[in-house]
């Protein structure tokens, strides 16, 4: 079988693709089933990466939507190829996806909404670049978002503080973000000059795959096209008057670099839902660690007596900005999980009421025949 090896491929995916031979997926067609990447899509059509310059165009069966069988950017897909005009398997044609592989990673958000919904950025991604620059629209709380994001997709968060050739203290501002996100690696770039190229370089090894994501604006496209050596993604300024960015990226894509690593880009979102308090506990251990120690369980760590967090701040062992992150996000998936539960809850009720107005009907009509 025909593997773009070149796309990220590694010793865990043939056992995950050995894992699908041996098991009931795999049918009477498996002698025709091809590996490919999800590199892009449009209208439910997914373009694969089939070879190191080789792609084509699938599409999945409308059940696998209701299923949570949806590919994303990222993915290993098994699919059928489509048939040419004589009938013969072409990939010239629009082929049939019939499997998802076990994902190792997957970056999602919450979508707007009522209803708990994920909306998948990205997958099979090793580290999450969270891009930013100093400007006004700069957000700590924003970076907090994007870090908990990664670290419940299993993903590695990297903060990448952009151009840096517009401002004079770059050391400052590394101070600051290091500061807030102790622990976390930070990268100083400019896809003007080439700074910190080398850093990107070096933590993007051949085979690795990152994802850039980020406000509008912040030069995700930029470095996208300095890393690629070649202009592949267009760019725009910001706005003048208020550092917003312009959308120049309008959908999520995979991009190989010429040294063998892998790359996606991805819009500027603004809205970064959390979807669970996986990745906020993750996150800020070093915060939840501290409030285990305070005197009372329920410590809003504001003016209660003995709190363990308030010390930490005084000392200058943690960050206020860092604590007010962390209550921010934690409320906010402390809702999620009571959202959660109490759909599931409705979905019981629902169904518990379908099955009693079905038993209710099968009674009626054998009482009928009496």
């Not at 202009?231 to 995979?254: F, P, S, V, Y």
Request: proline share 4%; aromatic share 6%; hydrophobic share 40%.
């Amino acid at each position: 079988m025909k593997i773009a090896k070149s796309w990220g491929w590694s010793a865990a995916w043939d056992a995950r693709l050995a894992e699908w031979h041996d098991g009931a997926e795999r049918g009477d067609d498996a002698a025709d089933v091809r590996v490919g990447r999800v590199v892009g899509g449009a209208h439910e059509i997914f373009r694969l990466a089939i070879g190191d310059d080789e792609f084509c165009f699938a599409k999945p069966p409308g059940k696998a939507r209701a299923e949570a069988r949806w590919p994303a950017v990222g993915d290993w897909v098994l699919f059928v190829p489509g048939a040419s005009a004589s009938g013969e398997s072409s990939v010239d044609s629009d082929g049939t996806i019939l499997h998802v592989l076990a994902r190792e990673t997957s970056l999602q958000r919450r979508k707007a909404g009522k209803t708990p919904k994920a909306q998948v950025l990205a997958t099979n991604v090793d580290f999450v670049f969270v891009v930013g620059n100093p400007n006004e629209d700069f957000s700590l709380s924003r970076l907090d978002r994007y870090v908990a994001l990664a670290r419940e997709g299993g993903a590695e968060p990297v903060v990448v503080l952009n151009k840096i050739d517009l401002i004079d203290d770059v050391a400052a501002w590394r101070a600051r973000i290091e500061a807030h996100l102790p622990g976390l690696a930070v990268v100083a770039t400019s896809a003007r000059t080439g700074a910190g190229e080398a850093e990107l370089r070096a933590l993007l090894a051949p085979g690795k795959t990152g994802v850039f994501v980020g406000s509008s604006g912040v030069g995700k496209s930029s470095l996208v096209n300095r890393l690629a050596e070649r202009e592949i993604l267009e760019t725009q300024d910001i706005r003048e008057g208020d550092d917003k960015g312009r959308h120049t990226t309008t959908a999520r894509e995979l991009h190989r670099l010429p040294w063998g690593a892998l790359l996606v880009d991805t819009p500027g979102l603004r809205e970064v839902g959390l979807l669970g308090g996986e990745g906020v506990s993750l996150h800020f251990a070093d915060v939840e660690t501290l409030a285990a120690r305070c005197k009372f369980t329920d410590c809003r760590h504001e003016n209660e007596p003995h709190c363990a967090v308030r010390r930490a701040i005084e000392a200058g062992e943690l960050s206020p900005t860092r604590l007010e992150s962390f209550l921010q996000l934690n409320a906010e998936a402390e809702w999620m999980r009571a959202q959660e539960q109490g759909s599931a809850e409705s979905q019981e009720r629902k169904r518990h009421a379908k099955v009693m107005s079905k038993g209710l009907r099968v009674r009626l009509r054998q009482k009928g025949r009496r």
